[in-house]
């Protein structure tokens, strides 16, 4: 055996034996009523140091990058997931009234839920079919131009309004509850020929992922090229983004509708001040990689990967159960 070959054998042996010491950890401190709720624990972990956000959303793409490749059956599960959650908050935001659950039933078993309207059902499962295209996309290096954009827009609306689908608007329109004027209909292809010069730039390519894809969000939004559907399609195409530069699904909670519409109208009354959604998008960036790391912490399938991780955790899980 070489030796290349001989401290690779010794690398894979060193983290099997993490994995196998994280979850006895775990097991230690759940006998102690702590629940081994990996979430919290992350949580925990990163809120002990005074690093900014972007360090500690690096750390965590660091720790999720040492587990890759992932197993097909975690990426079956993280898509499960995501998929639901990324459906019903980016409908939620827009006005949709099915539940989570509810949301997670008309995917996986097409079935109809009393109440609800036939509008809102096509929603979810446009909106399901828009996220298999951009993962799709995601899987590619090719420039994403107005064809691709215009292409999320119509799996979105395709179903609900066909003969806008993928279409820009013909009239002007306002921005609901302020006196945010978008720009005029006959300036749409100009401008996003300019905005999709710019989405392909290196000076915006240069940019940290989420400062690219949160700018690409805010600009997309701030033109508003179809008449309904650019909310969820601005959060998709920023999620085109995240996936390429190798981040999970990053989802805007209903939960923070209020912030989330009042950090777009504050940019667009603030010369493109975007520093509030920003840190909002910087938040579920976090959210986004802690659930991703919660799942793939216990999973068998790690065992043998994770390394920086396990060690960090391992470390903290020691420090912690000092004090019990």
Do not use: C
């Amino acid at each position: 055996m070489t030796l290349p070959e001989t401290l690779k054998v010794l690398s894979n042996q060193t983290a099997q034996q993490l994995y196998d010491e994280f979850i006895e950890g775990l097991i230690r401190l759940s006998q102690q009523q702590i629940t081994p709720d990996i979430e919290k624990l992350l949580y925990r972990y990163l809120n002990m140091s005074n690093s900014s956000k972007f360090q500690q959303i690096d750390r965590l793409k660091s720790w999720l990058d040492s587990f890759r490749p992932l197993s097909p059956i975690i990426v079956a599960e993280l898509k499960k997931l995501y998929d639901v959650q990324f459906t019903y908050n980016s409908n939620a935001i827009e006005g949709n009234t099915l539940t989570q659950s509810e949301t997670e039933l008309v995917l996986s078993t097409g079935i109809t839920i009393g109440g609800k309207t036939l509008q809102e059902h096509l929603e979810v499962i446009g909106h399901k079919d828009a996220i298999d295209y951009i993962e799709t996309l995601a899987q590619q290096d090719s420039p994403i131009g107005e064809w691709e954009i215009k292409q999320i827009h119509n799996l979105i609306i395709r179903a609900i309004s066909p003969e806008e689908a993928g279409k820009y608007r013909q009239l002007d329109v306002k921005a609901a509850g302020t006196n945010y004027l978008y720009p005029a209909h006959y300036l749409l292809p100009q401008l996003m020929t300019e905005f999709i010069d710019w989405l392909n730039s290196e000076q915006a390519q240069t940019l940290h992922p989420i400062e690219y894809a949160t700018n690409a969000h805010f600009r997309f939004v701030s033109i508003h090229p179809f008449r309904d559907g650019n909310g969820r399609t601005a959060r998709l195409l920023m999620n085109l983004l995240l996936l390429r530069g190798g981040y999970p699904i990053v989802i805007i909670s209903n939960s923070v509708r209020n912030d989330y519409i009042n950090a777009v109208a504050y940019g667009q009354q603030n010369q493109d001040d975007i520093n509030q959604l920003l840190t909002l998008i910087l938040d579920a960036t976090k959210s986004s990689l802690i659930e991703t790391l919660r799942l793939l912490a216990t999973a068998a399938d790690s065992r043998g990967k994770g390394m920086p991780f396990y060690e960090e955790m391992i470390t903290f899980l020691t420090r912690i159960s000092r004090t019990f």
